[in-house]
């Protein structure tokens, strides 16, 4: 079955973790690691805009796998997932992003 051949690990890690990596590493230094909340309250977040962020970076993946046409019908869902999850929140979710800036060391 093609569906057991899929996945997309899907791992957000902590602004430690991210800290980690890069020290483990070795090749640059940390100039800035931080975290930025984007407030996702308000009339501006729709089921649609979280949808294309999640097709964003999934969709060629998915194409790519099980044929362009799938990806129609199956982000349908997802938007009507996500819609359903947007009125379960009582609370408006906040999105977190890493600003990095690195510098290579020089040895």
Known sequence: MKSNSFDVPY??????EMKQVVDRE???E???IETIAIDQRGE???????TNSIRC??????SHHFGINITYK???IVNDLVIRDLARQ????????FI???KRKIN
């Open 74 to 76: 199956l982000f349908d």
């Open 26 to 28: 070795g090749s640059f």
């Open 11 to 16: 791992y957000v890690p902590s602004l430690e």
């Open 44 to 50: 501006n977040t729709t089921a649609k805009e979280v």
């Open 30 to 32: 940390s100039e800035i």
């Open 100 to 102: 990095v800036v690195l």
């Open 90 to 97: 009582a609370v408006p979710f906040e999105l977190i992003s």
């Open 57 to 62: 970076f999934t969709e060629s993946l998915i």
